[in-house]
């Protein structure tokens, strides 16, 4: 079926997300959204995935939507001893500046080869500076989908005026939000040598340049700030910052019924009653700090839902293949379900909670 306007007219959108669940997802879910508005839609995205699950929701989406036009894109890792069919020996930040070599050597031939040719283009916020040239000597309209908060996106946009060394007992002041204790900035944009601070440098010296950014958050959360980012006050120049959010998950996430038993186990506690723990599936937790917060919520006494990775998502020595979740925390910890209950991360359980 073509896809068009009432005029005849294709309306045609490439989407380029980054490696890692926490950005595919958003992009889907933005991808299901044009195609209900009847653009067509050409996905590119990195091969191989960060991580099986990413493999497999992508597999469910395009069986879910056979039309959209999915390219995949191999990505060659400067770490050259890592086998090609490994998920996760890639590091992650490593993982993200590999794809974004990739968008500055090849994008631009895959763009202009697209047909019919391209409405505009929508790409994930760290690939900024790697594709700007591209979509300015292709006079394609450029999109940045961001997938955090409006507050992050502030300091994201303020981060390369900021010096270059800051002592762990200053703030940053941005105008729009509370002060930043730098103790609550990631480690990771701090770290000389990190990649994650190489990009933020980079690409917010460049956030100017664009013709928008498309955010998942929404009026009513963050009004104030929205308002105080699109009248440039904190940063000017500012093109719109378009919130779209939040993401409602989509029916192609679920992945049989495994989400159901938290949410029927959370319908049961009383309301405001529970913590909910979940640090991702990418942040490094060795199997001993995991034990440790776990055991630190039993004390606590309070009910709670932890979150942990399946093993897939680990590469750590200290892990038997063969352990399993009761193994690793414990059986009396795992049994507390009248306390707390304690989950392996399986793909769709986070966007279940969410809802």
């Known amino acids: 079926m073509t896809m068009s306007d009432g005029n005849g007219v294709v309306h045609h959108v490439a989407m ?20 209900s508005h009847n653009i067509k839609v050409t996905l590119i995205t990195p091969h191989p995935t960060h991580t099986p699950s990413e493999s497999q929701l992508l597999s469910r989406f395009q069986s879910s939507f056979p039309q959209v036009n999915q390219i995949n894109f191999n990505v060659e890792s400067s770490l050259s001893t890592q086998s090609p069919n490994s998920h996760i020996a890639i590091p992650y930040f490593q993982m993200i500046d590999d794809i974004r070599t990739f968008a500055a050597k090849a994008l631009s031939h895959l763009l202009s080869s697209l047909s019919p040719p391209l409405s505009f283009f929508v790409f994930d916020y760290f ?21 955090s908060s409006a507050s992050f996106f502030a300091l994201f946009s ?32 701090l770290a000389p040598n990190s990649i994650f601070k190489k990009v933020f440098i980079e690409d917010s010296s460049q956030i100017t340049k664009f013709d928008g950014f498309f955010i998942n958050t929404f009026e009513a959360l963050e009004h104030q700030l929205l308002e105080a980012v699109n009248a440039g006050k904190v940063l000017p120049g500012m093109p719109p910052l378009l919130p779209f959010g939040p993401f409602v998950p989509c029916e192609f996430e679920k992945e049989g019924d495994q989400w159901r038993k938290p949410l029927k186990w959370l319908d049961d506690q009383p309301r405001g009653s529970v913590v909910f723990a979940n640090f991702g599936s990418t942040t490094k937790f060795g199997w001993d700090q995991i034990r440790e917060i776990a055991y630190g919520l039993v004390r606590s006494g309070i009910r709670f839902l932890l979150v942990v990775k399946d093993k897939k998502y680990f590469n750590e020595d200290d892990k038997k293949e063969e352990d399993g979740l009761e193994e690793v925390l414990g059986y009396e910890l795992v049994d507390r379900r009248q306390l707390g209950m304690v989950y392996q991360f399986l793909g769709g359980l986070n966007e279940g909670i969410k809802r």
Do not use: C, D, K
């Open 16 to 35: 380029l997300p980054s490696a890692g669940m926490g950005h595919l997802t958003p992009f889907l879910r933005l991808a299901t959204f044009f195609l």
């Open 158 to 189: 303020y981060f390369s005026t900021l010096p270059s060394s800051l002592s762990e007992h200053e703030t940053v002041e941005i105008q729009g939000i509370p002060p930043i204790p730098i103790s609550s900035i990631s480690p990771y944009l």
């Open 127 to 147: 690939m900024l500076s790697s594709v700007l040239s591209i979509t300015q000597s292709l006079s394609l309209p450029n999109y940045v989908l961001f997938t």
